[in-house]
T-cell receptor, first 111, second 114 residues
Framework: LAKTTQPISMDSYEGQEVNITCSHN???????ITWYQQFPSQGPRFIIQ???TKVTNEVASLFIPADRKSSTLSLPRVSLSDTAVYYC????????????FGSGTRLQVQP | DGGITQSPKYLFRKEGQNVTLSCEQN?????MYWYRQDPGQGLRLIYY???????QKGDIAEGYSVSREKKESFPLTVTSAQKNPTAFYLC?????????????FGPGTRLTVT
């Protein structure tokens, strides 16, 4: 499974757009990129997944450049409730499906 | 409601005792997983099972054991051989079909061993 690197922490204010970038230089051809959100003392929650270009859902957007060696999770107009840890993971759609979580990015949203 | 349940939410044990953590899902998922999380850290995989009656060790399986006798259930036993068992334990499940990595997590069990 490819290793990922993301910032340890980020700060933002309510109403701002937050972009969290993840580096995954060793991503394999059949790997997908997945982002999870975790609140304290809760299990992680799936946010978004993509393979290339751009994916958007009701919560976030995921931007993946052509070389796929990085990806950016974009959270539009964050609120205090978006304060959480965000994990970037990469993995293939076959074989071992268990996820490898790094330490994630701790996002703190202030009023 | 479909989902994953873990019980109990908090568990206290004396050192040297085995303890079993419960995980049940009614999502009809084939795959189930156990993760451990220490304060300020990411999740680490203990065991996973992609089908009933089959399971594989994850990255930190030593001192743990599992069984998968039913599709819905994947209990984890923390044995006395686990040197530092105090942690937050998370169970998850997912489909085995397609490329999706969407895992559904339970609420977790916080185990304290003294």
């Amino acid at each position: 499974l490819a290793k990922t690197t993301q910032p340890i922490s980020m700060d933002s204010y309510e109403g701002q757009e937050v972009n969290i970038t993840c580096s995954h230089n060793n991503i394999a051809t059949n790997d997908y990129i997945t982002w999870y959100q975790q609140f304290p003392s809760q299990g992680p929650r799936f946010i978004i997944q993509g393979y290339k270009t751009k994916v958007t859902n009701e919560v976030a957007s995921l931007f993946i450049p052509a070389d796929r060696k990085s990806s950016t999770l974009s959270l539009p107009r964050v609120s205090l409730s978006d304060t959480a840890v965000y994990y970037c993971l990469v993995g293939a759609g076959t074989g071992r499906r268990a996820l490898t979580f790094g330490s994630g990015t701790r996002l703190q949203v202030q009023p | 409601d479909g989902g994953i349940t873990q019980s109990p939410k908090y568990l206290f044990r004396k050192e040297g005792q085995n303890v079993t953590l419960s995980c049940e899902q009614n999502l009809n998922h084939d795959a189930m997983y156990w993760y451990r999380q220490d304060p300020g850290q990411g999740l680490r995989l203990i065991y996973y099972s992609q089908i009933v009656n089959d399971f594989q060790k994850g990255d930190i399986a030593e001192g743990y054991s599992v069984s998968r006798e039913k599709k819905e259930s994947f209990p984890l036993t923390v044995t006395s051989a686990q040197k530092n068992p105090t942690a937050f334990y998370l169970c998850a499940s997912s489909t085995n079909r397609g490329p999706s990595y969407e895992q559904y997590f339970g609420p977790g069990t916080r185990l304290t061993v003294t």
